[in-house]
């Protein structure tokens, strides 16, 4: 490792100490020692990380979805190469009070690309090695307080972990927190009245849906939100001329957002004086028309580009209100199994 990549390294993991503790994972797999079918996964899986670095959007890959949601997190991607292959790892950065998750975290990743240690720095900085046995941590070895060479020695034990006699694995550098290079321009100040949103930015597609003024089939918004697995935020608007409404933020992982989309045409009403608004995971904001296509591109998503919208066609200055007594909690097993089979009965 280079002069430049220690000091790109030690910048970001000490800007992280006393804030959030932290771990450092594999991101993809390595060698020709795997079974097959790993193999061909894992070449497919590289051949992705190659072509989403190109456009800066790692956001999608690696960490489940469920384990991200609502949390103030951080990963940043670490470049390194075993040879003249390219091997990149994972730095996380979590919240000191979930350390249980954050566990879970390593199992999946070491599970995944097949290595059997994660590195772990504590809230002090003390590093240690976490070693996993399946998705048990069987033992850890104590490094002392941290030093950017430890990615090095983490990063040849991964290569070792994957069987790749006689490689060595070197560190490049290390890049700067995915959701600030997906959505490079986007304002995050002022959030605080949309919940959650400022977490979500730059990771899932966040739609901004009116409460509708009627039911489909008997069921409430609510109810289809619980059937769609969407996690949200119920966010008031209210105008200087006593008008107020409410919207829903929904928080829309890629993989659902075809089935939310169709679902919520047959929800929305009333879209032509209360807009619907769509925010990609690069920031940009958009207009939506009821059938969900994009009616109107409007910039880069911020606080104020969002007033815009209603102080527009309003001309009244707006108030935004978060329900502060409202918390999403995942539906459970059965409701989500059953909301499927009633999406499917609706046209």
């Known amino acids: ?110 599970h995944k690309y097949g290595a059997h240690h994660v590195l772990f720095v504590s809230l002090k900085g003390e590093t240690k090695i976490w070693n996993y046995q399946g998705s048990r941590i069987i033992g ?32 490049t550098s290390i890049e700067e927190d995915y959701r600030l290079v997906r959505a490079p321009h986007c304002d995050r100040s002022n959030l605080d009245d949309f919940g959650q949103l400022s977490s979500h930015l730059g990771l899932d597609h966040i739609l901004f849906i009116p409460a509708p003024n009627h039911q489909v089939e008997g069921r409430t918004m609510e109810q289809y939100l619980a059937f769609l697995d ?46 619907l608004l769509y925010v990609t995971p690069e920031g940009n904001l958009y207009i939506l028309q009821q059938d969900m296509s994009i009616l109107q591109g409007c910039g880069v998503f911020s606080r104020t580009s969002y007033v815009a919208m209603f102080t527009k066609l309003n001309k009244e200055i707006l108030q935004i209100q978060l329900d502060r007594d409202f918390h999403y909690n995942r539906p459970n097993m059965f409701t989500r199994m059953g909301g499927a089979m009633i999406l499917g009965q609706i046209k």
């Open 1 to 110: 490792m280079d002069v430049l990549g220690k000091s790109q390294l030690n910048y970001v993991v000490q800007s992280y100490i006393g804030k959030q503790i932290m771990i450092v994972v594999p991101s993809q797999s390595i060698g020709k020692d795997i079974d097959a079918e790993a193999g061909s996964n894992h070449l497919s899986l590289n051949r992705q990380i190659i072509c989403r670095l190109d456009t800066n959007n790692q956001a999608v890959l690696g960490l489940p979805y469920s384990y991200t949601t609502g949390r103030n997190w951080c990963r940043h991607h670490i470049h390194g190469v075993v040879g003249d292959e390219a091997f990149g790892m994972e730095l996380i950065c979590w919240s000191p009070d979930s350390l249980e998750d954050l566990q879970e975290v390593a199992a999946w990743y070491a």
């Open 140 to 171: 850890h070895r104590k490094l002392g307080q941290w030093q950017a060479n430890y990615i090095e020695l983490y990063g040849q034990m991964v290569v070792d972990d994957l069987k790749c006699k006689g490689c060595t694995y070197q560190c």
């Open 230 to 275: 969407v996690p949200y935020d119920k966010v008031y608007h209210s105008f200087a001329n006593g008008e107020n409404f409410l919207y829903y933020v929904l928080y829309v992982r890629y993989c659902r957002l075809k089935l939310v989309l169709d679902a919520l045409q047959l929800l929305v009403d009333d879209y032509e004086s209360k807009p």
